[in-house]
């Protein structure tokens, strides 16, 4: 009997391959030879006009063979890159051209596109390329922004791109100005990224003989980016090809497409007629990808006695850098799911979507989210602190309650879809984090610290994170004539399991053995239809669309199977890829010699194809393929959900204090975690550990440090503080709560970015707690926090 | 980050060195390349001529006797770190050793080449100078002794001329009746630190180095002053700036607190071998 292989953890079958250095990224592609380089200007001012472009002393470098100005681009090239998406609230969207025209905007935009023989020769020329800049002043950070003394962009008044306000239950400002309590907190969190190991990579080839075009890019949608390719090089889709070899990591920035050199790679590919590669380095990475996080943050927030939320009304200015290729959908996430777990009374939400001069905000795992918890999270400490009530037991009164699901809240989620809570349990969660962290007796071990001199504190943060979203994603299952299972989804892999999890549903569902199935993701030839990966999408969707395809492949082979032993469907069964009659195991056919059966021959091949030849199979006087039937043992389907699903989790974290350094120490990390029913826990465990490592990184050790004049002055993994293995902790406690989703057939939510989403709200709650500096208000109101900020703080509030 | 275009010579002798690097035009050694590299790629150094030493024969001697250390140009950071004589003789030299940078790197880096590096946040540059060590160099003059206090003129600066090569470093052997101590704090676990502190005490006086503080690496001599105070008496000296990691303020604390702790190791350490 074959065990269920959903909810096992299951070995990574990925891992071997790139444990071993096995794994073949973009870099790695061998396109074949005459192979080209390419290397970017970019510009060293923040903000400028560009007076002159002289390429005299790069035209005669050895080893030359292109440099693109904007002036070289035509046709849709010429266009601004696309507003990917638009939205009505965006009343002032503006994109980066390919190559800058006329003015540059951040420091690192594209400038001009050298293409030569080899990376040293093109950098050697790149700093050959003259461009004489008339220098602008430059708007860095939100308070500039705000102040709008200089504009970003001349026809964007106020540097306003957008400003969006939703509202539900009632006149917040009315109900908060009634409430028998008030406070009101100003918060701030500033910029980190993504920073995946591999950066931006692509690799193109253009083959005149078939006059089409072949990708290879790092991207989270390579179908995204076969549409943005064709549109920009006047292509048909039939003639671009993209392909997503193994990627070093992602984390949202590579969802963010075309970027500038996935186009001007293959336009360049094309115009030589030789295979141009472009490889980012780390240096432009930080400087011409993308960044996420800066916000400011104003709440009012009105309560009754017991702290529950009667109305709340939040206005945040969101930093979004120099251009809005990703719309709005950061600022729109964090205004909605700010709300966590919370039923929050009355509620108002306003954004401001504003232009500075720095590198783009396109989503980084939590999307917004991880702001928007923090002013939540930070509101619910103010009130407990401000009732002198435990900080647990005040979320507690305001949480939805599990037989108050689906939960409408009356706001607009980020798919332009109602946003409904679809289940969860969460005082149950509250429950079970509460235990990992002994958090009611805390209180006695937090003084016995105190008495030998150490502060410790203890941190709690909810959220809710909707997962899942559409339109739809596919799968194509195919049964080879070997028994091997072949399935392609659309869309790509950056190191998260989808072999071992998808090959899991296929196994389960299809009644195949899990080593004979094999996942491909991210080659538009294989799966053309598919939308990317993002927003914890991959196992809700494609999950789903994998089980369907699967289930139709099934259903498919038991017909075949049924007629060719002369047996009902309802008797057969399917273990180890094998069909037999249920207590008739001998009478039994395998998937692959049912896969011969289903594809009706002329001509044999080998031993186990005669069976299907036309002398040996068929009713002579029936067509060899029925009317409504197909070749082939296939199953192909589509799952596209009316709405997200609603992952969510607690997280409390115990940190210590230095009291002469300031230095912060995390004793313990704790997580409870509800991705509805769980494919395979191993893996889910590994994304919470990941998003854990990374959101420490973001409270404590990364930022942007951009001076007033727009240099990033921390652009190098020396001075961004990416923490090592050395800073995470040591071991982080999960508990899981699985309370199904009812929108897809697995009960199956989002995973993939909740680890990182309480970090900054968290720490802020430990280290404010373990300083006990509270006499005067809320302390901590900007993230994330270093020994040096908080030895800072404790000069500020006399508490050294 | 691909470096420009240099000419690279791996001469076997330290003869054929001293000629290149007076011949060639703007030449610059290379020995374990941890820092050079790194300014090589990103262009941010681009020398036209790379002599690498690591060819040079008898460069590679580590001794430690009753003198003292003494480390040749091309002994690798984590040979020195590893060597139980060293740690006998001069443990200030294992101490901060521990201290520099990643396994990884120190199994390229080299000692000397990180003390002629001479950058204020480095480790050996401090212990260098607060144990009164000296660098042996030779050059087209002929060769000298270099005293540590000569040695470091500015930010990334030392005194060697442009065709000198340092060939050894030497740090003298811990007195019977000394001690020593070492702490720095950095941001994250092998990071160059925000401040870090190596102190030499005896019978009759106390000198602590810092490091990412002054814009070179300084020694405050703190005789006679107590141990929590010596950080504010040092301070007097330092001039402690601000950067992305840590603010002067907080600079100036950190000179407080591991100065007192790194001086209250000393003395612990003095008393551990037995000095009254």
Known sequence: MTI???????????????????????????????????????????????????????????????????????????????????????????????????????????????????????????????????????????????????????????????????????????????????????????????????????????????????????????????????????????????????????????????????????????????PVKFVEDRREHFISSAHERGQVQHVEVGFDDDGRLLGLDVELWHDHGAYTPYGLIVPIITSTQLLGPYKPGAYRVVFHSLYTNTVIVTPYRGAGRPQGCYAMERTMDAIAQHLGKDRAEVRRVNLIQPDEFPYEHGLVFQDGRPLTYDSGDYPAMLDKIKALVDWDTFGERQRQAAAEG?????????????????????????????????VATGLTSQGQGHQTVF?????????????????????????????????????????????????????????????????????????????????????????????????????????????????????????????????????????????????????????????????????QYAVVHDCGTLINPMIVEGQIHGGVAQGVGGALYERMAYDSSGQLLNASFMDFLMPYVSEVPDGIDVDHLETPSPLNPLGIKGAGEAGVIPSAAVFAAAIEDAEGLREDGLAITAMPISPSELFELRLAHQNP | MKPAPFAYHRPRTLDEAVALLGSEPDAKVMAGGQSLVPLLTMRLAAPATIVDISAVEGLDTLTADDGGVRIGAMVRHADVLASPDVRRVQPLVTAAL???????????????????????????????????????????????????????????????????????????????????????????????AMVGVAAHVDASSARVGYLSVNDVPTVVDVTGVDAADAGEAALAHLEPGGDVHASAAYRAQLVRVLTARVLREAHEDRQGRGAA
């Open chain 2, 98 to 192: 521990s201290h520099v940078a990643h396994p990884t790197i120190r199994n390229r880096g080299t000692t000397v080449g990180s003390i002629v590096h001479a950058d204020a946040a480095a480790e050996m540059p401090v212990v260098l100078a607060v144990l009164g060590g000296t660098v042996e160099v030779v050059g087209g003059a002929g060769r000298r002794t270099i005293a540590a206090a000569d040695l470091f003129v500015g930010p990334l600066e030392s005194s060697l001329a442009p065709d000198e090569v340092a060939t050894s470093a030497w740090f003298p052997a811990l007195a019977d009746d000394a001690g020593v101590g070492f702490a720095e704090l950095a941001r994250r676990h092998g990071d160059y």
């Open chain 1, 454 to 486: 150490r502060r410790i504190g203890l941190g709690l943060a909810c959220y809710v994170e909707g997962t899942g979203v559409g339109p739809y994603e596919g799968a194509h299952v195919h049964v080879e004539t070997t028994g091997k299972v072949k």
């Open chain 1, 503 to 667: 090959a899991q549903l296929v196994a389960d569902e299809l009644g195949c053995r899990f080593s004979d199935v094999e996942v491909v993701t991210g080659d538009t030839r294989r799966m053309p239809y598919a939308v990317g990966t993002f927003a914890s999408r991959a196992a809700v969707m494609s999950g789903s669309a994998v089980h369907l395809a699967a289930r139709r492949a099934k259903e498919k082979a038991l017909r075949i199977a049924a007629d060719a032993l002369e047996a009902s469907e309802d008797d057969l069964q399917i273990v180890d890829g094998v069909v037999s009659v249920k207590g008739a195991p001998e009478v039994s056919l395998d998937l692959g010699t049912i896969s011969v059966l289903s594809n009706p021959l002329r001509y044999a091949f080998d031993e186990a194809s005669k069976r299907a030849t036309q002398f040996q199979v068929g009713d002579p006087g029936k067509p060899p393929v029925a009317e409504d039937d197909e070749p082939g043992l296939e199953g192909r389907d589509f799952y596209s959900p009316e709405r997200a699903t609603f992952a969510s989790g607690m997280h409390a974290v115990i940190v210590e204090t230095d009291p002469e350094t300031a230095e912060i120490r995390i004793l």
């Open chain 1, 4 to 274: 269920k292989l959903m909810g096992q953890g299951v070995q990574r079958v990925e891992d071997q391959r790139l444990l071993r250095g096995q794994g073949a990224y973009t870099d790695d592609i061998d396109v074949g030879p005459g192979l080209l380089h390419a290397a970017v200007v970019r510009s060293p001012h923040a903000h400028a006009r560009i007076v002159d472009i002289d390429l005299d002393a790069v035209l005669d470098v050895e080893g030359v063979h292109a440099v693109l100005t904007y002036d070289d681009l035509t046709g849709p090239m010429a266009e601004p890159l696309p507003l990917l998406i638009p939205h009505p609230a965006l009343t002032h969207g503006r994109t980066q051209y390919a190559l800058a025209k006329d003015e540059v905007n951040y420091v690192g935009e594209a400038v001009a596109f050298v293409v030569a023989t080899d990376r040293y020769v093109a950098e050697d020329a790149v700093g050959k390329v003259k461009v004489t800049y008339d220098v602008l002043p430059a708007v860095v950070g939100i308070e500039a922004a705000r102040a709008a003394e200089h504009l970003v962009h001349d026809d964007v008044p106020g540097n306003l791109g957008a400003r969006l306000e939703q509202q539900t239950g009632g006149d917040a400002p009315a109900v908060v100005a009634a409430a028998p309590h008030r406070l009101s907190l100003d918060l701030d969190i500033e910029r980190s990224a993504c920073m995946p190991l591999e950066g931006r990579g692509t690799v193109a080839r253009w083959e005149p003989a078939l006059d089409r075009l072949q990708l290879w890019t790092s991207t989270q949608s390579s179908t995204g980016v076969r549409a943005a390719v064709a549109v920009k090089l006047g292509l048909d889709l039939g003639q671009v090809d993209v392909i997503t070899p193994d990627v070093g990591g992602g984390f949202g920035v590579k969802i963010n497409h075309p970027w500038p050199e996935e186009l001007l790679v293959p336009y360049a590919a094309r115009a030589l007629g030789r």
